[in-house]
T-cell receptor
Framework: NAGVTQTPKFQVLKTGQSMTLQCAQD?????MYWYRQDPGMGLRLIYY???????DKGEVPNGYNVSRLNKREFSLRLESAAPSQTSVYFC?????????????FGAGSRLTVL | SQELEQSPQSLIVQEGKNLTINCTSS?????LYWYKQKYGEGLIFLMM?????EEKSHEKITAKLDEKKQQSSLHITASQPSHAGIYLC???????????FGDGTTLTVKP
């Protein structure tokens, strides 16, 4: 997963606590994404950023905020964590090869909300 | 919206056996890719298919996209414990710069 770095890898929160997941890329790509992965539900897009300074909602944005302050970093914030947000979170970049999307994923961040 | 359905949801095979995982789309696929995930690790890109009838191979894994571009299959020949993991198919959503994914197939290979 060289090129996309996520932190932290593991986190346990209490309901109502806040935290930020960080994602950084060293591949100079415009598009970055945050997904969550839950058993039996596959990957679902939370937010994405087509370029520096822009963000758009994905399939399941409620309860999350994102920030794309520069081309390299895309952070995901939980303002008030809920047990339903227990999941594995993946950051991805889009390398867009031959006109088709080609995503490279980070290693994932496992979040547990008690 | 475009949906991807993967089958089976889980698969247990004996080492050395062949297996196939399917990914079916409700709409025409314009870019279909396969990923593999091992527990605790990120998703690893395996292959991308774009043209109807296209077939690609990587080591003992072969992926095909049917002529109608609505179904893809991933075939593993002579499975090994190293093939174990979750296999995920994904597809482009045209003109949106985003992707949709299947629910994944969990593969267990028994030694």
């Amino acid at each position: 997963n060289a090129g996309v770095t996520q932190t932290p890898k593991f986190q346990v929160l209490k309901t109502g606590q806040s935290m930020t997941l960080q994602c950084a890329q060293d591949m100079n790509h415009n598009s970055m994404y945050w997904y969550r992965q839950d058993p039996g539900m596959g990957l679902r897009l939370i937010y994405y950023s087509a370029s520096e300074g822009t963000t758009d909602k994905g399939e399941v944005p409620n309860g999350y905020n994102v920030s794309r302050l520069n081309k390299r970093e895309f952070s995901l914030r939980l303002e008030s964590a809920a047990p339903s947000q227990t999941s594995v979170y993946f950051c991805a970049i889009n390398q867009r090869i031959s006109g088709a999307n080609d995503l490279t994923f980070g290693a994932g961040s496992r979040l547990t909300v008690l | 919206s475009q949906e991807l359905e993967q089958s089976p949801q889980s698969l247990i095979v004996q080492e050395g056996k062949n297996l196939t995982i399917n990914c079916t789309s409700s709409k025409t696929l314009y870019g279909l890719y396969w990923y593999k995930q091992k527990y605790g690790e990120g998703l690893i890109f395996l292959m991308m298919l774009q043209k109807g009838g296209e077939e690609k191979s990587h080591e003992k894994i072969t992926a095909k996209l049917d002529e109608k571009k609505q179904q893809s299959s991933l075939h593993i020949t002579a499975s090994q414990p190293s093939h174990a993991g979750i296999y995920l198919c994904g597809a482009d959503i045209p003109n949106a710069g985003k992707s949709t994914f299947g629910d994944g197939t969990t593969l267990t290979v028994k030694p």
